[in-house]
T-cell receptor, first 113, second 113 residues
């Protein structure tokens, strides 16, 4: 089991640029979550999917953020345009069921200058 | 706003001592409670979960849940320097979007040799 795979590990970009973060969940897991972690706000849930369908996107901060899950093995989180306040570590996580633990990817550290 | 509160620490204990980490939550209908450990620069990993009032033991770790007081704790016996990390409390909220895990901001634990 390769675990949850995220790419890239690090992303440095300039304000106004588009950023795309990628995630491959564990095979067989039908729930996928995107979290953002900062020192000030901790781990915040942005959006989660069940069977590729977005279920709760109430944590998406604004229209600049969008997420898709075109199939069971791939999801993207896009920020367009990016701003310095978007700098954070973005985690993708997956789980196979309600009472199963979340398995986190290694995260993408995003720096927007 | 469903909240999970933790003392940010740092909590410093000598090697071999018991470390006690505490967490309170605001959603009285919450059903599932999790403790994650996060080493610096790494992703969160599950240590324990607890669903019922009382204690649950796993090796050196004991989770305690008191739903009436909306309080969950983690005890680490015989603390080791390798236990030094941030410990995140997570609560699965009640309601329609009930796969959603809300995390506290974490408590930084340092175990001194």
């Amino acid at each position: 089991d390769a675990g949850v795979i995220q790419s890239p590990r690090h992303e440095v970009t300039e304000m106004g640029q588009e950023v795309t973060l990628r995630c491959k969940p564990i095979s067989g897991h039908d729930y996928l979550f995107w979290y953002r972690q900062t020192m000030m706000r901790g781990l915040e849930l942005l959006i989660y999917f069940n069977n590729n369908v977005p279920i709760d996107d109430s944590g998406m901060p604004e229209d600049r953020f969008s997420a898709k899950m075109p199939n069971a093995s791939f999801s993207t989180l896009k920020i367009q345009p990016s701003e310095p306040r978007d700098s954070a570590v973005y985690f993708c996580a997956s789980t196979g069921g309600r009472d199963s633990p979340l398995h986190f990817g290694n995260g993408t550290r995003l720096t927007v200058t | 706003q469903k909240e999970v509160e933790q003392n940010s620490g740092p909590l410093s204990v000598p090697e071999g001592a018991i470390a006690s980490l505490n967490c309170t939550y605001s959603d009285r209908g919450s059903q599932s409670f999790f403790w994650y450990r996060q080493y610096s620069g790494k992703s969160p990993e599950l240590i324990m979960f607890i669903y019922s009032n009382g204690d649950k033991e796993d090796g050196r770790f004991t989770a305690q849940l008191n739903k009436a007081s909306q309080y969950v704790s983690l005890l680490i016996r015989d603390s080791q320097p390798s236990d030094s990390a941030t410990y995140l409390c997570a609560v699965r909220n009640s309601g329609g979007s009930n796969y959603k895990l809300t995390f506290g901001k974490g408590t930084l634990l340092t175990v001194n040799p």
